[in-house]
């Protein structure tokens, strides 16, 4: 079974710093990007960033550009999220999602998610 | 950025009736164009991608239409599992990846 699963969310200060990870299962993993969503408290979808399949390019929205990076260990078959500077406003639940299409590249929707990890920003 | 305009907010319907949904691009998105379902509590769910194909196992009742800068998704005979958020998603211009405000489609 195609599985995200993600891990590493929880309570923090603001200013504060968490890690996020996505497990992946049940597919070939390196051959496909992989974006990061978020859904803040009764909000709807905002995309928050991307990779593509070998890591070598990465795209952030505004709103995170500078304080977030992500990356992936293709032989752990994870994917992370790293949240520096963090703010009242991310808090959501972040949610990994992987591309349909196994280019490596992003060509399609986002077909498979996982069940998101909840980060909340607060003193 | 390319925007998406979802309407309306709000859909009332009953069980077993048509539901139309509409997505506005503000500008061509081409038919790189995906619907996806979102219930309480749950991760989204890919519906239809390419404006009007079927992700696997998707119920043929729904269907999506449309290609540049309009597009229509309909549930052609709603079933009680189907009352959710809807949401539209353009993946032709990136970065960013944008996606509607959404649309609720609440039992009548």
């Known amino acids: 079974e195609v599985q995200l699963l993600e891990s590493g969310g929880g309570l923090v200060q603001p200013g504060g710093s968490l890690r996020l990870s996505c497990a992946a299962s049940?597919?070939?993993?390196?051959?496909?990007?992989i974006s990061w969503v978020r859904q803040a408290p009764g909000k709807g979808l905002e995309w928050v960033s991307s990779?593509?399949?070998?890591?070598?390019?990465?795209y952030y929205a505004d709103s995170v550009k500078g304080r977030f990076t992500i990356s992936r260990d293709n032989s752990k078959n994870t994917l992370y999220l790293q949240m520096n500077s963090l703010r009242a406003d991310d808090t959501a639940v972040y949610y990994c999602?992987?591309?349909?299409?196994?280019?490596?590249?992003?060509?399609?929707?986002?077909?498979?998610w996982g069940q998101g990890t909840v980060v909340t920003v607060s003193s | 950025e390319i925007v998406m305009t979802q309407s309306p907010a709000t859909l009332s319907v009953s069980p077993g009736e048509r539901a139309t949904l509409s997505c506005r691009a503000s500008?061509?998105?081409?038919?790189?164009l995906a619907w996806y379902q979102q219930k309480p509590g749950q991760a989204p769910r890919l519906l239809i991608s390419?404006?009007?194909t079927r992700a696997t196992g998707i119920p043929a009742r729904f269907s999506g239409s449309g290609s540049g800068t309009e597009f229509t998704l309909t549930i052609s005979s709603l079933q009680s599992e189907d009352f959710a958020v809807y949401y539209c998603?353009?993946?032709?211009?990136?970065?960013?990846?944008?996606f509607g405000q959404g649309t609720k489609v609440e039992i009548k």
């Open positions: 500008q061509s998105v081409s038919d790189n």
């Open positions: 049940g597919f070939t993993f390196r051959t496909y990007a």
């Open positions: 999602t992987k591309d349909a299409h196994s280019s490596g590249w992003f060509r399609d929707a986002f077909d498979i």
């Open positions: 990779i593509s399949s070998s890591g070598g390019n990465t």
């Open positions: 998603q353009q993946y032709n211009t990136w970065p960013p990846w944008t």
């Open positions: 390419g404006a009007s």
